[in-house]
Nanobody, 118 residues
Framework: QVQLVESGGGLVQAGGSLRLSCAASGMIFSIYHMGWYRQAPGKRREWVTTITQGGRTNYADSVKGRFTISRDNAKNTVYLQMNSLKPEDTAVYYC????????????WGQGTQVTVST
């Protein structure tokens, strides 16, 4: 079955950087759209970014210019490079996959915590 495993979260100071990884298995990775969502304490899960099977990218306004999504189909992995981090970026970050939709994903990882301190 499809499995998504995130890694790379942690504690970082404001202005710093982190790179999240999401390793996928049980799927033909190259034909899936991949995305990242996040959920802050007490808030709803929000979409962050998507990379299509063809490599097109889209970002939420809140992260545009600071975050970059990329994929390595040879490694079945999607990445989220996060720069200029702000305390409001603190959240659990989830990797997601779907063969047909770029926002409504069928498959989810377990999440990785990102905490940005002031």
């Amino acid at each position: 079955q499809v499995q998504l495993v995130e890694s790379g979260g942690g504690l970082v100071q404001a202005g710093g950087s982190l790179r999240l990884s999401c390793a996928a298995s049980g799927m033909i990775f190259s034909i899936y759209h991949m995305g990242w969502y996040r959920q802050a304490p007490g808030k709803r899960r929000e979409w962050v970014t998507t990379i299509t099977q063809g490599g097109r990218t889209n970002y939420a306004d809140s992260v545009k210019g600071r975050f970059t999504i990329s994929r390595d189909n040879a490694k079945n992995t999607v990445y989220l490079q996060m720069n200029s981090l702000k305390p409001e970026d603190t959240a659990v970050y989830y990797c997601a996959a779907d063969q047909f939709s770029t926002r409504n994903f069928d498959y989810w990882g377990q999440g990785t915590q990102v905490t940005v301190s002031t």
